[in-house]
Structures are given as C-alpha cells and as structure tokens.
C-alpha cells in the first residue's frame, strides 16, 4: 500500500505518517519545496509518476487569530488551492480513496453544544477565521461532490483542539495548550512565584491527543465503503473527532503546572477576553462506529511536554 500524507511535517500529518510506517505501508512524502500543492500542474505531475493508492490530505495553511485576521486572502486562496489541486488530481489519477482531515471551526459561532454534524452550514461562523473555515467546508463538499458524481471513496474528519509531539510552541502564534507548556516551563526555569493567564479561566475546551487523532484517522479510511456510507449521508458526510470529554482553562492550567513541576500561583488577568465560552464536539456518530481516543488528558500533556523538552525547549 503506497499512501500520499500530504502535509507530512505537521503535527497531524506526521502522527499519521508515523503510524503508517508501523503498519508497515509505504509513506510517500514531499516538503513545499519539492512540491507546491498550489501549483496544479505540479500536483497533476506528481500523481501521474507516483501511482499511490490512497491519500491522506492533511496539509494546510494554519494559523492563530492573528495570523488569519492579517492574511485572510492567502488563507482561503492557498487552502482552496491546495484542496482543489489534491482531490481533482487524485480523482484524475485514478486514486480510490482518500481521506481530508478538517477543522472544528467549520461549525457556526453561535452553534449548540456538543457540535454536531448537522450544525454545518446551518449559521454565521466566526469573523476572525472565517476565510480559514470557508476553505475547509469546500474541502468536505469537494470530497462528498467527487463521490457523487464519479463515484469515489473520499472521506473527512474534522478534529478538535490536537496537541502533542510536533505541536508550535511559537510565543506569539500557538494555541492555547502549547501556549501554556511553554509559558509555566518558563516560569519554572526563572523561579516565577506566579503565571497570569488571560480571561477568567471559565471557559471550556476539548483536547485530543495527536496520537488519537491519527489512529482515528486511518480507523475511518480502512471502514469499509458500506459500512462509511451506513453511517454517514452523502451530503452530510464529515465526521467528528473528539475527546469527548472537555476541562476549564482554570483545570487545564492545573493540570500544565503540574506536568512542568510548577509550583506557584495561576492567577487570571480578567481584562483579557475570553473568547467563546465552550467548544465541545460530539463524536457520537464515531463511537458507534467502534472508535475511542485512548490517551488520557493528563498523560498526553506529561507527553507534549517531554517532546517540548527534547526538541523545542532550547529555541524558548
């Protein structure tokens, strides 16, 4: 089996290709500069000479709330190009299966919690990323469009908040999880009595790790077609990923400050906004296809920080 991990050196695609090597399938990779996903005669060479079998589209152009609000037009032109480009050359190449990874952004701003599937399209979404999760809903519809008419086995998941190995600890641009990792080693390193955190630590929030996450990932690749399709919809054909469980800020500060060894203060600076109070998938539609994630929040975390240690602590 010779399977394209598009987007390999991300956190995702490289917990994916990872697992693949164990499984003993033949990874086929390619960094931006060997091949530009934007470019589509590039991508069209790519598949005529490679001939892979499946295709596991996790690249994408990623970023933070500021990223995303200064770059709006490079953030749905690149993602729209890059799956546009991969999914029609895949199909072109005569590729049987593939498999999108999305976003949980995709859903409304004001939607019901847990988000379900069916929340999709069926409001506003969020201003500050919308670009990002207007490409991402194209790549579901261009998926479920391609089976439609040519009648192919293209698949999407759309995870939640993932952290672990491979994860940005960049002080300006990460999320939330690797932000705090980053900020409490440097307190612990400095002998700070105290870490301020913004908002007022109410808010919830899902975390699954990236290990689960690619074992999620191929469990829904190798479903058979019958069994995808008995489960899903033909124009509602997405499926969630998630924890199933969600924590606090305040909790998951806890539970950092504990797996760096910090021993001070976690104090909350309530002039900073806390943004949406709660995002919870529901990933009901996966758990009754069999699948459960199985690393638990605070051993993931104890696992991101020992990567932290051993591979970006020096650059903080």
Sequence with gaps: MRVYVAGHRGMVGGAISRKLIERGAE???????????????????????EKVDSVILAAAKVGGIHANNTYPAEFIY??????CN????AYAAGVGKLLFLGSSCIYPRAVAQPMREDALLTGV???????YAIAKIA????CESYNRQYGTDYRSVMPTNLYGPGDNFHPENSHVMPALIRRFHEAVRSGAKEVAIWGSGTPRREFLHVDDMAEASLFVLDLPKDRYEASTQPMLSH???GYGE?????????LVAKATGFTGEIVFDTSKPDGTLRKLMDSERLAAMGWAPTVKL??????????????AALKA
């Design 27 to 49: 990874v086929v990779t390619r960094t931006h500069a060997e091949l530009d996903l934007t470019d589509q005669g590039a991508v069209r060479d790519f598949f005529a000479s």
């Design 78 to 83: 690149e993602n729209l190009m890059i799956e």
């Design 86 to 89: 991969v999914i029609h050359q």
């Design 125 to 131: 979404l969020e201003p500050t990323n919308e670009p």
């Design 139 to 142: 790549g579901i519809k261009l």
């Design 239 to 241: 499926i969630n990923v």
């Design 246 to 254: 969600d924590v606090t800020i305040y909790e998951l500060a806890q």
């Design 298 to 311: 605070a051993d993931g975390i104890k696992d991101a920080y020992r990567w932290f240690l051993a591979n």
